[in-house]
Each structure stands twice: as C-alpha cells, then as structure tokens.
Nanobody, 121 residues
C-alpha cells in the first residue's frame, strides 16, 4: 500500500508564498505521475498541477499557471508545489496524488490525507 504524506500547509497572507511537500513510500516512485488537487469548503475537488514520472512534463490549471510550480526529486520520493502570489481563492485543503498516467482528472490511484492552506487578506 502506497502512502503519501503532505506537509507545508498553513496560514499565509495574500501575496505570500508556501511550499507544499509530499513524500511517497513507493520505492519505484519514478514510475508514477504525481498530482496536486485541492478542495475548498462546499466545492468539488479540483486539479491544480501534475508532473510526469521523469519530471519532463507538467500540467497546470489555468487558475494557478504562472504562480504555482510543481517539481519532484525521485531519489527523495518527493514532489513539491511551490505556491507564490497566493490569493484568497487558493484557500483549500491540498491533496497529493499518485498514478500511472499524467492527467488533470482525479483518476489517481493513491491519495494523501491533505494539508490545509489558508490565505488571509
């Protein structure tokens, strides 16, 4: 059973930055695409960003393009989401996900427990 553990969430003022981390337990981490999704209260879970196993391909939601950066280090079995120029509407629980296919939709095989990001004015 793959475990994904997110960290790095917190409270930040609008315009600030946070970096989320997700550490996987899967030793063949490099074989898998990784994604970040988020869910705000009363809303459906939405795609944020994803990265291929090699790190060579990345996808972003239009709402975060140019502000967020996804990256990974396979030897560390870690994926990061660098979030800059945060806005109030970025407030959500952020989830890390792992799957075989790089995609924008939530058909990933494994999910983390989530980390709360709150952006204040």
């Amino acid at each position: 059973q793959v475990q994904l553990v997110e960290s790095g969430g917190g409270l930040v003022q609008a315009g600030g930055s946070l970096r989320l981390s997700c550490v996987a337990s899967e030793r063949t981490f490099y074989n898998y695409a990784m994604g970040w999704f988020r869910q705000a209260p009363g809303k459906e879970r939405e795609f944020v960003a994803s990265i291929s196993g090699s790190g060579g391909n990345r996808l972003y939601a239009d709402s975060v393009k140019g502000r967020f950066t996804i990256s990974r280090a396979n030897p560390k079995m870690t994926v990061w989401l660098q979030m800059d120029s945060l806005k109030l509407e970025d407030t959500a629980v952020y989830y890390c996900a792992q799957g075989l296919v790089l995609r924008r939709t939530p058909e990933y095989d494994y999910w983390g427990q989530g980390t709360q990001v709150t952006v204040s004015s």
